[in-house]
């Protein structure tokens, strides 16, 4: 399809031609488009209102002359929001029935930590049933707890025989265990696998609050204090697991513990806690 062009009118040739869109006679001087396929006469206004030319049956469309491109409306104003359609007593009464129901689950849920009869924390103590005798395990962790309300201490007597075994047990498990007694020799194994907690600066808090007595029973392997002994002249220690979720109140237990054992007499001879059976420690 040929492309039509603009040509300027003059008295000899297209002067007062009709234009085929508007009916108009074309002026000289103006600016006028010939159909190139019909020949028919355009106003260069028509020609490009119309599209191409206005001659009934042709099928010439504008190709260098196109309609002038409608004009882009903006875009719509956004629709404002439930908030932004609220009057304001309206929003004042939602954000306070907001506040009431905040103020009541947070009154709810200290209720429910501080009420009597539900512990809020829970600790456990492992020993081997031969390191103390009769009832002692069950005494301090009850003068631990009365020293401390909502803490519950339970004490898990094992059998010496199986106690490593109930260890590796435990920690395959991922079973909680906070403080737990165990042979020096075993200390190296449990430390590398990172299953001890380092306790150098509960040591130095020892010191500080003037109990030499405790903090000379530290035991150390390599650069960091892992253990507690039992007592002054005692092979076994008390140790506090890295994964105990409560540190603190852990370390608190060993203390009141080692308070007690550090006054007893030397271990009779022979006395080791040296397992009978070694088994093999996995910790995740």
């Avoid at 603190?248 to 080791?272: A, C, F, H, N, Q």
Wanted: glycine share 6%; hydrophobic share 45%.
């Amino acid at each position: 399809m040929a492309q039509e062009k603009v040509v300027t009118v003059s008295d000899s040739d297209l002067a007062g031609r009709e234009c085929e869109f508007c009916r108009h006679p074309l002026a000289a001087g103006e600016q006028a488009v010939v159909c190139p396929r019909c020949r028919a006469v355009h106003h260069v206004d028509c020609w490009r209102q119309k599209g191409g030319c206005a001659r009934h049956g042709c099928r010439q469309v504008a190709i260098a002359i196109l309609p002038p491109k409608p004009a882009a409306s903006p875009p719509p104003a956004p629709a404002p929001s439930y908030w932004q359609r609220l009057r304001l007593w309206q929003k004042t009464a939602i954000i306070g029935i907001l506040a009431l129901l905040v103020g009541a689950v947070i009154a709810a849920v200290g209720y429910h930590a501080t009420r009597p009869g539900a512990p809020e924390t829970r600790l456990v103590l492992v020993v081997p049933a031969d390191l103390w005798e009769g009832e002692r395990y069950s005494r301090i962790a009850a003068r631990f707890e009365a020293d401390h309300p909502g803490v519950k201490v339970q004490v898990i007597n094992t059998p010496y025989a199986g106690y490593e075994q109930k260890l590796a047990i435990m920690f395959a498990a991922r079973d909680q265990l906070d403080v737990f007694a165990l042979a020096p020799s075993r200390v190296p194994l449990y430390a590398s696998n990172g299953a001890l907690l380092a306790l150098d600066s509960r040591v130095e808090e020892l010191k500080a609050a003037g109990r030499a007595d405790l903090a000379a029973l530290a035991y150390r392997f390599g650069d960091s204090v892992y253990g507690m002994r039992r007592g002054p002249e005692w092979p076994a220690l008390f140790v506090v697991s890295r994964h105990t979720r409560h540190p603190d109140l852990s370390w608190r237990l060993l203390v009141t513990i080692l308070s007690e054992t550090v006054k007893d007499p030397p271990p009779p001879p022979g006395y080791s806690l040296e397992p009978r059976i070694i088994p093999d420690l996995s910790i995740p």
